[in-house]
């Protein structure tokens, strides 16, 4: 078995090796959770009713293949996050950047996930979702949202990590196949 776990450690540092991973797809509902994860399996854009129980997939993407879980983000499923947590490689929180309206709520799902100790070691990738439409917000709006920028004299300071963990923004249109695949190299690259 010593053996064994060398080779595949050896081959996953030269990139050889597939890496596996957990990964969850959390946010509120309508952030688009569903709509990423059909996109990555099978690149459809359809409608989707809300999820209303979690579901997996599997994903390849470079040398990382994903076992990816969209647990569905309204308020009962939310309650249901901590029963994933354990074993989980990375986290991918999407949020409505066109919903401001919700970015209160969305912060206290987030700041909730951060001050979970299973998760404290955990990358998390912030996706702001539906940039596409006139009324997102910008980055650094989001950013100051969520708590993940703090406002300086000279403008805002992006926070790339919380309390040690990795953590980044990346804003993106899944309608319009925009700026999610930047925040999965990014996670892949830690997972590595």
């Known amino acids: 078995m010593f053996i064994l776990n060398f080779f595949r450690d050896l081959l996953g540092y030269l990139g050889i090796y597939k890496k596996d991973a957990k990964i969850l797809f959390l946010g509120l509902d309508n952030a688009g959770k569903t709509t990423l994860l059909r996109r990555l399996k099978d690149d459809r854009m359809v409608q989707h009713d809300p999820t209303m129980y979690a579901h997996a997939e599997e994903l390849t993407l ?3 293949r994903f076992k990816a879980y969209d647990l569905g983000g309204h308020v009962a499923a939310r309650k249901a996050w901590k029963n994933y947590f354990p074993s989980v490689d990375g986290v991918i ?3 409505d950047s066109a919903d401001r309206g919700r970015f209160e709520e969305s912060k206290k ?3 909730g996930i951060l001050n979970t100790p299973e998760l404290a070691k ?3 990738v912030i996706l702001g979702n539906k940039i596409d439409k006139k009324e997102a917000a910008s980055e650094e709006e989001l950013r100051l949202a969520l708590g993940l920028a703090s406002k300086t004299q000279f403008g805002v300071q992006k926070l790339s990590s919380v309390d040690g963990r990795q953590m980044e923004v ?3 249109s899944v309608a319009k196949k925009m ?3 930047e925040g999965f190299r990014w996670l892949g690259a830690l997972l590595k």
């Open 93 to 95: 929180y999407l949020v």
């Open 109 to 111: 799902e987030l700041d």
């Open 170 to 172: 990346f804003m993106c």
């Open 62 to 64: 470079g040398n990382v």
């Open 122 to 124: 955990v990358p998390i």
């Open 179 to 181: 700026g999610y695949a």
